[in-house]
């Protein structure tokens, strides 16, 4: 059979598919239920009223609706684009779709997919706030980049912000992770992010439940969050208000028997109102990698060797600095400091420190934030 024969063998079998989920009445639940009853989509569609309402949730409405169903031009053109783009469809009985996800009681039919799934089952999801402080990216990246040295993907919504510095991170540490839009993959939101969303289907796969041309409406955002709890052994909030959309996705998270992770901040910091929160109610306070390893029973053996490294990667730092370099570096965190408190921590000329604070920008060890301030940068 060759490639083309392939490729129309492929939508073909999925077309049941996506008819299945346009029956009104059939939402994920029905769905999952179906499936395991009856195996398949083909096999729900040749079953007889007895049979169906066997299956808890189906009434005399939705047999009428699934044994009446035809199949839409709009499907048929949905199916031809996702392959005119190269783009993969993940059902629940394909062995690549999310382990984890598939336990949910509400799990996506299907996935679409830019890029791979395949060795992405060690997962641990990463959010928090679109409006993140320096500290908050800053952690996040590094946090993200350790995970991803450890051979953990790392998932997340690929919001501005926190998510974005959780998959940064996880690109940094050369290892995988997914994205989990709440629109279709048609529609790269933000829009900003389209580089980031190539880098992270060349190295994972960003994946949506939307039809392609789906607009990233707020009520999708909800939706999507049970989708990256759900794929992840525990999800990790850094950065959350208190009615942050993050602390939705850790709520989730418990509800499907999840861990749930915080990385605490600074007690001045609206921003950190939700993660205390969270810590207060029993999450995991996490501070390194291995904290979230520790809880979940797994790489336990590995902290020595990530000490290792980040205390070669900090001395590789230090050894390229001059002696005034070294002394502003350790002066410096990352939290953001007003350059007039740096120049009484190091007790230098403003004009002298500013110049190496530069010189350090450019060398990307250093950030400068909005009105002078100063802090270390993900490295």
């Not at 392939?6 to 059939?26: A, R």
């Not at 940064?168 to 829009?191: C, F, H, N, Q, W």
């Not at 190539?198 to 039809?211: L, M, P």
Request: hydrophobic share 40%.
């Amino acid at each position: 059979m060759d490639g083309a024969s392939d490729e129309l063998s492929i939508m073909k079998h999925l077309l049941p598919w996506f008819c299945l989920k346009s029956v009104p009445g059939v939402g994920n639940h029905l769905f999952k239920r179906l499936i395991h009853h009856f195996k398949s989509p083909e096999q729900v569609f040749n079953a007889t009223q007895k049979d169906l309402l066997q299956v808890e949730g189906v009434t005399t409405r939705v047999v009428a609706a699934i044994q009446n169903h035809k199949i839409s031009d709009d499907l048929q053109k949905e199916l031809d684009q996702i392959s005119q783009k190269g783009f993969q469809i993940v059902t629940l009985l394909d062995p690549n779709y999310p382990a984890l996800l598939r336990e949910i009681p509400d799990p996506p039919p299907f996935l679409y997919v830019y890029g791979n799934l395949d060795g992405t089952a060690n997962n641990i999801a990463v959010v928090g706030s679109r409006h993140a402080t320096t500290y908050g990216l800053t952690t996040t990246r590094n946090l993200c980049a350790d995970l991803a040295r450890l051979g953990v993907t790392v998932v997340s919504g690929m919001a501005r912000g926190i998510d974005t510095a959780a998959h940064e991170g996880a690109l940094m540490g050369k290892g995988k992770t997914i994205a989990v839009l709440g629109s279709g993959l048609d529609r790269v939101y933000p829009s900003d992010n389209e580089n980031i969303y190539h880098r992270i289907s060349a190295n994972g796969a960003v994946v949506s439940e939307f039809a392609l041309k789906t607009e990233p409406e707020a009520h999708n955002f909800p939706i999507r969050n049970r989708v990256i709890s759900g794929m992840a052994l525990g999800t990790v909030v850094v950065e959350a208000s208190k009615k942050s959309g993050s602390l939705i996705t850790a709520r989730l998270a418990a509800e499907q028997n999840r861990e749930v992770f915080a990385v605490p901040g600074s007690v001045q910091s609206f921003k950190s109102i939700g993660t205390h929160t969270l810590i207060k109610q029993g999450a995991k306070l996490v501070e390194h990698a291995q904290d979230i390893l520790e809880e979940l029973g797994a790489a336990i053996a590995v902290q020595d060797t990530m000490n290792h490294k980040e205390h070669d990667q900090t001395k590789e730092i230090l050894a390229s600095l001059s002696p005034d370099e070294v002394l502003v570096y350790e002066t410096l965190g990352p939290y953001p400091e007003h350059i007039d408190d740096l120049v009484r921590k190091t007790s230098m000329d403003p004009g002298k420190l500013s110049s190496i604070l530069l010189k350090l920008e450019l060398k990307g060890i250093v950030q400068q934030s909005p009105g002078k301030l100063f802090s270390i940068y993900a490295i």
